[in-house]
């Protein structure tokens, strides 16, 4: 599996899912329905980003994300 895996293109993958995610218009539910919803996208987006985020490496069969999740005081 890792010979034909692109680590650029997978990682651009999550950022274009992170993207969609957060332009995904929101369905015509109300309510608790749509509380759910917003929660869901709100945790697919933050989960996507992260990952979109990461450098990756691949190192003896062994994919590593490092992803640096320390608040950046310029943010």
């Known amino acids: 599996m890792a010979d034909g895996l692109d680590l650029d293109e997978m990682i651009q993958r999550?950022?274009?899912r992170a993207h969609a995610v957060k332009s995904r218009p929101l369905p015509p539910i109300a309510g608790e329905e749509r509380a759910r919803f917003v929660?869901?996208?709100q945790l697919d987006y933050q989960d996507y980003a992260i990952i979109?985020?990461?450098?990756?490496s691949l190192e003896d069969g062994i994919l590593?994300?490092?992803i640096d999740l320390r608040?950046?005081?310029e943010d």
């Open 64 to 66: 590593t994300l490092r």
């Open 39 to 41: 929660r869901q996208a």
């Open 52 to 56: 979109g985020d990461a450098e990756a």
């Open 14 to 16: 999550f950022r274009d």
């Open 71 to 73: 608040h950046n005081a």
